[in-house]
């Protein structure tokens, strides 16, 4: 997915600190509409000034339930991406991917796709005729350094299901409740879909090296004993080797855990953009607005790609040491 913001903020993130303690941080969603009068809107998680990164994750959006017959839907155009994954996972609707690999694939849910940006790929996202009800969520995760210009790549994966007392898990990327994901990554991740029972209470097995986070789709769940509602994603810093979590609502309840190693590094992100410096991002907008070969050409799609946005003029094109760990 793009970011479609008008005017997206840079935002330098920074490398964790050391000494963060422990306990569970509620990020709250700000709406961002995917653009139109008629725009299907996603509630925004990461990232945000009090919160970048948690692991690798970088970019979160939540969407949905959306009806398509009142907002047309997901309608985004051929895009670019860099030194990036992108994520796509659906609870309900279908939408067609398209990409300058070659790819073409639909989400379907329970369905992973995983989409290596690296030095530079665009693709397009449509929700298909046969979708009435879109909702999902779409993820981004930076690569580091050493992989950030990766040669591009697609993957899918269909999750089995894993029952762990009352809650069924779809482990998608990295291993939780027993069960692996086979999909390639660049850094130690974690990513399942979470359903509970009414009344459910899980505790599952975590690697201790990993921070957490787990969003709410639906349902009230208490993550380590801190209630999380609809849309508000829950933060755990690294040590944990156990994670408890319950429903407290009245029908079932789903969410989303991520996990990860701490980054370690510092990023630059602009739209859709991710780079180390300044000039990471100018130079990628620069290609993607002259129609580089980095970049690709998205076959299939009926539309002009997406133009990018203008950099802010008060931006300062320059390098920016890393902040020192303390």
Not at 149 to 165: I, M, T
Not at 192 to 209: C, K
Not at 255 to 275: D, H, K, Q, R, S
Request: a negative charge.
């Amino acid at each position: 997915m793009s970011n479609v913001e008008e005017n997206p903020a840079e935002l330098r993130c920074p490398a964790e600190d050391d000494d963060r303690v422990p306990g569970v941080e509620v990020l709250s969603a700000r709406d961002v509409p995917l653009g139109g009068p008629r725009a299907m809107t996603v509630r925004r998680t990461l990232p945000q000034r009090s919160r970048t990164l948690i692991g690798a994750w970088c970019f979160a959006d939540h969407y949905g339930p959306d009806d398509v017959a009142e907002t047309g839907g997901m309608v985004v155009a051929p895009h670019p991406h860099t030194g990036l994954q992108t994520v796509s996972w659906l609870f309900g609707g279908e939408i067609e991917h398209r990409d300058s690999l070659g790819s073409h694939a639909f989400v379907r849910p329970g369905e992973l796709n995983l989409m290596t940006g690296g030095h530079g790929i665009s693709h397009s996202e449509v929700s298909t005729e046969r979708t009435t009800v879109l909702h999902g969520v779409q993820l981004w995760v930076a690569l580091p350094e050493e992989h950030r210009h990766a040669a591009r790549d697609f993957q899918h994966h269909v999750p089995r299901p894993v029952r762990v007392g009352g809650a069924e898990i779809r482990v998608f990327l990295g291993a939780l409740a027993g069960d692996v994901s086979p999909v390639r990554t660049f850094t130690p991740l974690l990513g399942a879909e979470i359903v509970l029972e009414t009344g459910a209470s899980v505790t599952l097995d975590v690697d201790p090296a990993f921070e957490h986070g787990l969003l709410v789709d639906q349902g009230d769940v208490r993550m380590a004993g801190t209630l999380l509602c609809p849309g508000e994603l829950g933060y755990l810093p690294t040590g944990r080797a156990t994670l408890t979590l319950t429903n407290v609502s009245d029908g079932a309840a789903r969410a989303v855990l991520l996990g990860g190693t701490p980054f370690g590094e510092e990023i630059v992100m602009w739209w859709n953009f991710i780079g180390r410096k300044h000039e990471d991002i100018v130079r990628a907008r620069e290609d993607w607005q002259n129609a580089s070969d980095r970049f690709g050409t998205v076959s299939g799609y009926d539309g002009e790609r997406l133009p990018a946005p203008d950099l802010p003029r008060h931006v300062t094109l320059a390098p920016r040491g890393d902040r020192p760990r303390r």
